[in-house]
């Protein structure tokens, strides 16, 4: 495996992230409950993509999140959605050639995010 993805349903961002939180509370006396959230009901959130780094720059990211849209976009008529670093250039082009679009900043983690969709046309 030289690429990988983590997906969910934004719908059950909080029953998913919950079990982090409370271990966050128990190892680190850390309240986490103004993290702010990275998805919604509505989307299917790319959590994260990830290639090793021997691998990185040779197409598999792309790769990766073509098959991502044809599986839950094109098949399946749902809205893909992430959040890209403002300071990431370089993924915010991939993603918008990809056909990605804008849909909004949000603060996540103490940091303004660029929120971006793709759905069925």
Not at 59 to 69: A, D, M, N, P, R
């Amino acid at each position: 495996v030289v690429a990988a993805s983590n997906i969910y349903d934004g719908a059950n961002l909080y029953t998913l992230r919950e079990p982090v939180f409370e271990l966050a509370r128990e190892l680190y006396q850390s309240n986490l409950d103004k993290v702010g959230d990275e998805t919604q009901t509505g989307e299917m959130y790319i959590d994260c993509i990830a290639v090793l780094p021997e691998h990185q720059g040779a197409g598999y990211g792309s790769i990766l999140l073509k098959h991502l849209i044809d599986e839950f976009v094109i098949q399946r008529g749902l809205t893909l959605g992430l959040l890209v670093d403002l300071d990431n250039p370089n993924a915010h082009r991939l993603y918008e050639r990809l056909g990605f679009q804008a849909k909004g900043k949000k603060l996540f983690a103490g940091k303004w995010l660029e929120h971006m969709q793709i759905q069925k046309q």
